[in-house]
């Protein structure tokens, strides 16, 4: 075939192609961006024990199943059926935003040295770590969906890595009215309560933990 000729065809199509590439550019651009959500740190009771027994701790990110390591919202819709809400997300990966409001949360008690992240590079006493093991609506009722979370906490003794305790914290909310903004609610109210339980047994049993120490 002529070289010219050639030339031409292809420009040809290049020409057809390019309605259809800035049409599909333009309706990607035109959708609506999800909603974000953010929730609440917890503001525990703060301890009366002797202020020179707080410990410093490091809070890693739980671990998560793959369907929860996600912005997504999710939803349990059936006993062995899991969806994501269309267009909403949290403002950052559920283990994040967990682990960032496990340290404010810790902060807010007043009951601890230091707190921090792995990434802050803190040299604590204690780690704490654990399993994100519910963390999604459930819907399997649809007359009464409730939000359920639990969060299995292990505290870590740094320089030896044994574990010194280990508990299991969860929260059901029922949520009350429709739409997103209901389910953000119940989720806050039991993200809250959960972190504030952890809070306060992480100092108890890391007292506990050093008072044994000291009386080896």
Avoid at 36 to 57: D, I, K, M, Q, Y
Avoid at 129 to 153: C, H, K, M, N, W
Wanted: neutral net charge; glycine residues 6%; aromatic residues 6%.
């Amino acid at each position: 075939m002529n070289p010219l000729l050639r030339f031409a065809r292809r420009s040809a199509a290049l020409v057809l192609l390019l309605p259809l590439c800035a049409c599909a550019l333009a309706n990607i651009a035109s959708e609506p961006a999800p909603q974000l959500f953010t929730l609440s740190a917890g503001h525990p009771a703060p301890s009366t024990a002797n202020a020179a027994g707080r410990a410093r701790v490091v809070v890693d990110e739980f671990a998560a199943p793959a369907v929860v390591d996600s912005a997504r919202i999710v939803q349990r819709s059936g006993a062995n059926e899991l969806k994501y809400y269309a267009d909403a997300r949290w403002a950052d990966r559920a283990p994040r935003l967990i682990q960032n409001l496990m340290v404010e949360t810790m902060e807010n008690s007043g009951r601890f040295a230091a707190v921090a992240t792995r990434s802050a590079d803190l040299r604590g006493d204690y780690e704490l770590a654990g399993d994100i093991r519910q963390f999604a609506v459930d819907a399997t009722d649809a007359s009464s969906p409730a939000v359920r979370i639990e969060l299995y906490a292990r505290l870590v003794l740094e320089n030896e890595r044994s574990i010194v305790a280990a508990k299991s914290f969860s929260a059901s909310v029922p949520v009350k009215g429709g739409g997103i903004s209901a389910i953000v609610a119940a989720y806050d109210a039991g993200l809250r309560q959960v972190l504030e339980g952890i809070a306060i047994w992480a100092d108890e049993s890391a007292r506990t933990a050093a008072a044994k120490t000291a009386q080896r």
